[in-house]
């Protein structure tokens, strides 16, 4: 059992998680082995930002254990960055880029100590390796959807962490910053750490992953992409809304989830 | 010009001058905050609590001293608070109309309980009406000092949480995923905020308070992108409008205070409105003209 918790970077065993006795997640088993690279990948409302958020605590569950490299995330803060979502924040706050890459380190820091010198040095560094060092003093209302996620990825950057939760960093960005996000991810997976990302977009799941969950309130799958990623998941995830089936002969047969009971 | 010099030699207008000031640094500088987390109706609805809190400490202790009407006012406007949470979490009522009834009933109470006390055979409850519209002119040295040094401690906590704070305001959810207690910093930053708010309570009133919170900070925003500045720059703009409308009340007879600073606090926002580069209409409209210019050049050519 301890060799089966500390050999996941992320263990969730029973995760059930309810808004006003709706269930949002349903009895979720999940493992994440150490140095890939997992999609989160489900219907609007399966639950995926949730999910992430109960790993870290932030929202209450109902039951349910979460295990980060065999510990719960209260002792594994520092090890752990997370990435919310790009709307989740007003970006029209009175502050600059490089003040807000720097908020990656406020945990480091504790309470009452402020940023310094060596603070402002890993907040450049970070900058520089998503290419906004040039945004560095500009205020944050001033940038683009894609130069926004990049900002929040710096920050991320800056917690130098083992594991890294992502909320929909692709959504709504350029192109080129979705390549340099992926480009992150790889060297995320070449330096051995564990990457966990919401994603929307099925068609990329392949490129950009090496594991996947398939969330619909339950965990429909979770596994390596070219085991699990498959079209009888797929159909069992999005039940009749999935456009993503080549064959019409299969869409005319969707098996639609039934509704969780309490 | 001569109210002003006035300020060094006359002794009441200078006490009258210190505590208006005070008020308006306080109520700047938090009233950021409050703005920034869009809880700018908060403070309104905290002004118009406090003041059954105002009347209900002076029914129990027959005293007026600063301290006990500042101790009322905090947790009649934090009753005000909590039930407006509670209102929102428990039922289907959105914010803004738990609000609005918890700004009206407790204010209801507030006069219901003024009458009363002013029925009351004792010379000691006169003035408790000046809360209503505030009298800076009736400010002593003992409400000075006591507005002084709760003034201190309310700044140097939001100075030595700065980096709390500002994690609180623009990504709260990150900062609990830090580990820092957010829940804690909100109940702490919405305390120091309702003492902003009832430290003013003597000088501009309950019905008028929520201005000097939104005002001077609304402005200050204008003119700055950096959180520290636009605290700083609030914290001035609130003791300028503070002092400014003070003098004016009190040379001039028979103007209420509070109205006269809110007043002087609007007129500074309507300024930062209208010319603050970056945000200020006139330049925002000059920046449309030319904004357009290019797109008429592209489209021309075909």
Request: hydrophobic fraction near 50%; glycine fraction near 8%.
């Amino acid at each position: 059992m301890s060799m089966n918790q500390s050999s996941s970077a992320i263990e969730v065993t029973d995760l059930t998680v309810a808004y006003q006795e709706k269930p949002v997640l349903w009895d979720i088993d999940m493992n994440v082995p150490p140095g890939v690279l997992m999609a989160i990948v489900g219907p609007n409302g399966a639950g995926k930002t949730t999910l992430i958020k109960a790993i870290l605590g932030l929202v209450r569950s109902a039951s349910g254990q979460m295990l980060i490299y065999g510990k719960p995330y209260r002792q594994q803060r520092r090890i752990v960055s997370y990435v919310p979502q790009r709307g989740s924040v007003d970006w029209d706050f009175p502050t600059t880029v490089k003040d807000v890459v720097m908020m990656g380190r406020y945990g480091a820091l504790g309470w009452l100590r402020r940023p310094g010198q060596q603070e402002k040095k890993l907040a450049s560094e970070a900058m520089e390796k998503v290419g906004i060092l040039n945004l560095a003093d500009r205020q944050i209302s001033q940038l683009s959807g894609g130069q926004q996620q990049r900002v929040f990825l710096a920050r991320a950057l800056t917690q130098d962490a083992q594991v890294y939760l992502m909320d929909e960093p692709f959504q709504g960005v350029d192109a080129t910053t979705e390549r340099a996000i992926v480009l992150l991810l790889q060297q995320f997976r070449e330096e051995g750490k564990t990457v966990v990302v919401v994603h929307h977009d099925l068609q990329t799941v392949s490129d950009y992953f090496d594991w996947v969950t398939l969330l619909n309130v339950r965990r429909i799958a979770s596994g390596p992409v070219n085991t699990i990623f498959n079209e009888s998941n797929l159909r069992q995830t999005y039940g009749g809304r999935i456009g993503f089936l080549k064959t019409e002969q299969e869409m005319s047969n969707p098996q639609v989830l039934p509704e969780p009971t309490l | 010009m001569q109210i002003f010099l006035h300020l060094f030699s006359d002794y009441t207008l200078r006490t009258v001058a210190i505590g208006t000031a005070i008020l308006g640094i306080v109520s700047g500088a938090l009233g950021s905050y409050a703005v920034l987390r869009k809880q700018s109706l908060v403070g309104d609805a905290i002004s118009h609590a406090a003041l059954p809190g105002i009347c209900l400490a002076f029914l129990i202790t027959d005293s007026k001293t600063p301290l006990v009407m500042i101790v009322g006012a905090s947790l009649a406007g934090w009753l005000g608070i909590l039930v407006v949470t509670a209102i929102v979490r428990n039922t289907r009522i959105k914010e803004d109309a738990a609000l609005g009834i918890i700004l009206a009933v407790f204010f209801g109470v507030g006069i219901v309980l003024l009458t009363l006390i002013q029925k009351i055979p004792n010379a000691n409850q006169a003035g408790l009406d000046k809360f209503l519209f505030g009298q800076a002119a009736a400010l002593l040295e003992r409400d000075i000092k006591t507005m002084g040094i709760i003034s201190i401690m309310v700044i140097s906590l939001t100075f030595l949480f700065w980096k709390e704070f500002k994690l609180l305001c623009f990504d709260p959810t990150f900062g609990a995923s830090l580990g820092f207690p957010m829940k804690i910093l909100d109940i702490l930053l919405m305390t120091l905020i309702v003492i902003a708010i009832v430290i003013g309570l003597q000088a501009v009133g309950v019905v008028l308070m929520s201005a000097m919170v939104v005002a001077p900070a609304s402005a200050a925003r204008q003119w700055t992108n950096r959180l520290a500045i636009m605290v700083c720059l609030a914290a001035l703009f609130g003791a300028i409008a503070g002092v400014t409308g003070a003098i004016i009340s009190s040379t001039t007879a028979k103007i209420p205070t509070g109205p006269m600073i809110v007043v002087c606090a609007s007129v500074i926002f309507l300024f930062s409105l209208a010319f603050a580069p970056n945000r200020g209409l006139i330049w925002q409209s000059l920046l449309k003209k030319t904004k357009f210019k290019p797109e008429i050049n592209e489209v021309d050519p075909k």
